[in-house]
């Protein structure tokens, strides 16, 4: 016999529109179909949330660390049991854990962390996604200098195979890398994002040409649009299908800024947390500074949970409240090639659920 769960509220929203008091009916861990609640039969069990809205849950593309354990550090599954709890406080039921520029050394063990994890069975963790070293020493922001370097076609093969079936994403600066290591990273089927540069916009739209489908944190480490010279950030407004993430913590990117980027991307540009937790070893000492982090007083790194993103984006940023949680979930779906599962809470969808009560707090989380 199938495993049958039903869940209802009175609002629900399915990634696509809004439904008044319906039910979901889930069949192992796939949405089955969503009647009105009028249309239940007595008999069933309805787990029903009042007062509440049922949503897509959220996917985290870019997260470090957390309560403690930055995963660069604590290259361990404890490390990844922490961060998953630490996503589903906030409704992301998938996250993709993040090392900025590091030694490789540290790659090879975060890569080995994941597939313990993977082995003893740990869910809500997609895969690595490493950011830098292959960056531009220019936008380095809190990165360490000493560490960035353009790779030649040895490391980057090293390295991606080590990580075969674990990395999943590469922010790079697209201006340091050679068309061959991009074809290499790109023929592993590992997603290619443009951040920590300083690419001109002809550099970053030949980066887009060649493969590149997304942007790491618009506005933070990247060349800026300015009028004569519009720069990574204007490259990736003005292409139609390069996806951009963004920080919505009031800190990285004034919120006005989001806005802008919003009404030209409208559905290219997601949302990341881009969250660490505060670390006294390794080579990035975060250090709590109110709501966000620092280290060696450069911000460093969020505070967000991603029901919080939402909140910011409806209240600072006037967007409607299924787009922001469409930011949130089916749009970082689709970045990964993963809409046609995630995201929606359609017939056909894995069952990946998250509970907000009217003021967007998280009241609970499935994943099946």
């Known amino acids: 016999m199938p495993e049958r769960k039903i869940y209802s509220a009175n609002r629900i929203f399915t990634g696509e529109s809004w439904l008044e008091n319906h039910a979901i009916i889930t069949e192992d861990g796939q949405i089955k179909k969503l009647i009105p609640l009028t249309s239940l039969p007595s008999s069933q069990h309805t787990r029903h949330f009042e007062n509440c809205i049922i949503a897509p849950a959220f996917i985290d593309l870019q997260i470090y660390g957390a309560f403690g354990k930055l995963l660069a550090v604590y290259p361990e599954t404890d490390a990844l049991v922490k961060l998953k709890d630490y996503c589903e406080k906030g409704g992301t039921a998938y996250c993709m854990p993040t090392v900025a520029t590091n030694t490789y050394e540290v790659f090879y063990k975060c890569i080995d962390a994941i597939r313990a994890y993977w082995k003893r069975g740990g869910e809500g963790i997609m895969g690595l996604h490493i950011e830098g070293p292959w960056i531009n020493p220019v936008k380095k922001g809190a990165h360490i200098e000493s560490l960035i370097h353009s790779p030649t076609l040895q490391q980057a093969k090293e390295l991606i195979e080590y990580g075969k079936g674990v990395i999943k994403m590469i922010t790079l600066a697209p201006e340091v890398c050679t068309r061959e290591v991009i074809d290499l990273i790109l023929s592993h089927h ?46 990736a407004m003005d292409d139609s299908s390069v996806m951009a993430s963004i920080i919505p913590d009031g800190y990285h990117v004034d919120f006005a800024a989001i806005r802008i980027a919003k009404k030209v991307m409208r559905d290219r540009l997601f949302v990341i947390t881009d969250a660490v937790t505060a670390t006294t070893e390794g080579y990035y000492k975060h250090v709590a500074a109110g709501d966000k982090y620092e280290s060696a007083g450069i911000l460093s790194g969020s505070a967000l949970k991603m029901n919080e ?42 069952a990946a659920i998250v509970v907000l009560d009217n003021n967007l707090e998280v009241v609970s989380i499935f994943r099946q």
């Open 190 to 235: 590992i997603i290619i994002s443009a951040g920590h540069s300083n690419a001109t916009y002809n550099e970053a739209r030949t980066g887009f040409a060649n493969g590149i489908t997304a942007v790491t944190h618009l506005y933070n480490a990247m060349s800026p649009l300015q009028h004569r010279a519009p720069g990574l950030a204007g490259a």
């Open 309 to 350: 993103a939402v909140k910011n984006l409806v209240n600072h940023c006037g967007i409607e409240t299924g787009e922001a949680l469409r930011m949130c979930s089916f749009y970082p779906a689709g970045v990964i090639g993963a809409a046609g599962k995630l995201g929606k809470l359609l017939p056909g969808y894995t």
